[in-house]
């Protein structure tokens, strides 16, 4: 499976913005999709994933700020985020996840990743 993320950019405090994460490759069979960001000098976080029971999960601190959706017809995984703040400034990457992987704070740990996007949020 191949997995690329785009739409970072450098946006303004309070600003949203929209990533998208297009897959291709074989099924996934045993795992799921999920989001992860890298920021600077500062540990993994794991943002969201499907779980599978058709509930979508998120970290504590993305938790009514960030939606992911996707679209099946374009291989295609999103990630809204609103209300940016400086500290969301990071890498951005979908990623594949085994399914036991998706817990309800989040995505745990990731098999396979893309090469991510940055997004900084500055005025």
């Known amino acids: 499976v191949q997995l690329q993320a785009s739409g970072g950019g450098l946006v303004q405090p309070g600003d949203s913005l929209r990533l998208s994460c297009t897959i291709s490759?074989?099924?996934?069979?045993?795992?799921?999709i999920g989001w992860f960001r890298q920021p600077p000098d500062k540990q993994r976080e794991g943002i969201s994933c499907f779980g599978n029971d058709g509930n979508t999960y998120y970290g504590d601190s993305m938790k009514g700020r960030f939606t992911m959706s996707r679209d099946s017809a374009k291989d295609t995984v999103y990630l809204q985020m609103n209300s940016l703040e400086p500290e969301d400034t990071a890498l951005y990457y979908c990623?594949?996840?085994?399914?036991?992987?998706?817990?309800?704070?989040?995505?745990?740990?990731?098999?396979?990743r893309g090469q991510g996007t940055q997004v900084t949020v500055s005025s």
């Open positions: 490759g074989k099924s996934l069979n045993s795992h799921t």
């Open positions: 990623a594949t996840v085994w399914l036991w992987a998706c817990a309800t704070n989040g995505p745990l740990g990731y098999d396979r």
